[in-house]
């Protein structure tokens, strides 16, 4: 346990995950801001507000939006705060950055996960806080802790809650790359699971769709951890509705919605789009009446709580804190 009181930053995204875990533990944390600028070359140069010496800092930022902005400005925040004398600074990065280049899938192809993981720690972090990694196997490019949060257990309370004929819905996963996933929340509701098997011509373009699963008269909800241009879960959408599903949500970690991602969902025939606010949905939100969020950011208010005060981080793999 830290005695020193913990210090919350946020860089240039999720200024919301940063507020609420100040407002949920102001007794024993504060917000300082983190000024930043860009000099006429241009560098950026971060200035902390105030002291953090000796104290255990919670840098916020998302990799996600200007990715590589985002992910230079959180490595000159740690360093600023190691150079600074904190005690441990902790990255909360909600949306891991080059998650999906987690192995060399093909000749001369970069790991850049790894690459990112190297230079978090040459920076400075002692801990990394994330969620829903695209590949598990991401926490052991690291040689410091990391604690990968599931959005399952939000997932499962928003599925309850708002789709009335649950108890009569079966889980896809739109790739068999998921299916651990859904198996996992398929098993919790009690319900039956199917998977789509998928070939990619190229990236972000599928050529065709296997459906794995009896979905008739059922309501499906697809699983996944991503989407971006959201190709794939449009045609899987489709295709569950040809199979015969009376209805087709899509549940979603992170809600990259790049390219004509959005455009596709006003087109689709979804029922919802759900998606976490790992990433800022409020302009997706606008533009898209079938996008809904689930707030997430009290899973990590609760994960800095317990590491700062040196207790499991487990609990919340299986529970909600709200």
Known sequence: MYESEKVVSNGGVNDSLAKRESSVHSSRSRVVNLNDSLTSDPSLVVEIGESVRGEDVYIIQSGSGEVNDNLMELLIMINACKIASASRVTAVIPCFPYARQDKKD????????????????????????????HASQIQGFFDIPVDNLYAE????KWIRENIVEWRNSIIVSPDAGGAKRVTSIADRLNVEFALIHKERKKANEVASMVLVGDVKDRVA?????MADTCGTICHAAEKLLEAGATKVYAILTHGIFSGPAISRINNACFEAVVVTNTIPQEQHMKDCPRIQCIDVSMMFAEAVRRTHNGESVSYLFSNVPY
């Open 106 to 133: 093909k000749s001369r192809a970069p790991i850049s996960a790894k690459l990112v993981a190297n230079m978090l720690s040459v920076a400075g972090a002692d801990h990394i806080i994330t969620m829903d990694l």
């Open 153 to 156: 257990p939000a997932v499962l």
């Open 221 to 225: 909800i697809l699983v996944d951890d």
